[in-house]
């Protein structure tokens, strides 16, 4: 049986940015490390994860987070792909954009295009892909350490779910809700403690396992 190949495309929880004791969760905590774990040796996860990754948009404070500016590139690194697991969208609440409700599902929508749209053939197949909306932001973000989020992101961040699904249904791609499963630390109000990375892993394993191995 021929290896599996996953791109987890990300911000600062693919990253694994510890809101406890600060830096980085260790590889074998971090979401995509228990996702490997649990996948086994058939399976390899590649962890492209960046704090402060947008969507679409350009951080004027932090260059080279726009996510669909650097998604090709990944892809075209990474290939041949069998799945790509996109989970972005919080930074988008940052601000400086003052995005709308709408603007989020339009600006997912342009991320599954550029996977869609990317050249892969003659020599690669299109990989499936698995839209992740992302965990909702505690209240009183704006006033932790993360402040550069608006007031209304955490309502905001509660939106995610239904425009993700809608595009990601618009566009056939396969969708899962990470506040299902996870949430953000009383902590930072942003990033997720070890507990809930292995809630995430656990619950992508049988997301994935359902997609590629029907």
């Known amino acids: 049986m021929m290896k599996r190949h996953i791109l987890c495309y990300g911000d600062s929880n693919t990253f694994g940015t510890d809101p406890v004791h600060g830096g980085r969760h260790p590889d074998s905590i971090r ?13 390899r996860i590649i962890e492209e994860g960046c704090g402060g990754r947008t969507t679409v948009f350009d951080d004027a404070l932090s260059p080279g987070r726009n996510g669909l500016t650097a998604l090709t590139t990944c892809i075209a690194s990474h290939n041949p792909l069998d799945l790509i697991i996109v989970m972005l969208g919080t930074n988008d609440l940052k601000k400086q954009y ?4 709408w603007d989020l599902g339009r600006a997912m929508e342009r991320i599954i295009d550029a996977i869609r749209n990317f050249p892969y053939h003659p020599y690669y197949q299109q990989p499936e892909i698995l839209i992740v909306s992302p965990i909702r932001i505690r209240e009183g973000v704006s006033k932790a350490v993360y402040g550069c989020f608006t007031e209304e992101a955490p309502v905001m961040s509660g ?11 618009e566009k056939g791609c396969h969708f899962f809700d ?37």
């Open 31 to 43: 979401w995509t490390g228990v996702l490997q774990e649990r996948l086994g040796e058939q399976y």
């Open 159 to 169: 939106h995610f779910c239904t425009q993700y699904e809608a595009v990601s249904r």
């Open 98 to 101: 003052s995005l709308t409700e």
């Open 178 to 214: 990470a506040a299902r499963v996870a949430e953000a630390s009383e902590e930072d109000r942003l990033h997720m403690t070890a507990e809930n990375h292995r809630k995430l892993a656990e619950a992508l394993e049988a997301e994935v396992r359902k997609i590629l191995e029907k």
